[in-house]
């Protein structure tokens, strides 16, 4: 007997995966930037978190580890910040060719802190 799956079953584990992910980053960063998420609604929350989990996409960013992060700039910096010419730096780092998705958000991490000191 094989087993066969079929594309929309893989879509569905695919969505299913995304919202758990969703709703973890959603727990984290409710404990790492309190006062913000407590200014937001739940839904406005999930929101900010799946849209940051977009633009994160759009940059290559595939890892959970680094979409995480990525989001975290998004709340230190603002939504948007990629595309803020006040955070020109930080579209540089983004849209760096030929550099690993990982050590792009490195040194986008890095950046951050170093701004906001």
């Known amino acids: 007997m094989t087993l066969v799956i079929r594309q929309a079953q893989l879509a569905t584990f695919g969505e299913a995966s995304l919202h758990r992910f969703e709703s973890r980053l959603c727990d984290l960063v409710r ?12 839904s406005d929350l999930h929101k900010f978190v799946e849209e940051g989990i977009a633009r994160g996409r759009n940059y290559g960013l595939t890892s959970e580890r680094d979409l995480a992060r990525f989001v975290n700039v998004q709340f230190a910096l603002g939504a948007g910040f990629d595309t ?7 579209a540089d780092v983004l849209k760096a060719s030929g550099v690993p998705a990982s050590t792009r958000v490195d040194q986008l991490c890095e950046l951050t802190a170093g701004a906001l000191r």
């Open 31 to 42: 404990q790492h930037w309190r006062e913000t998420c407590e200014a937001m609604s739940p």
């Open 84 to 90: 803020n010419p006040r955070y020109a730096w930080a």
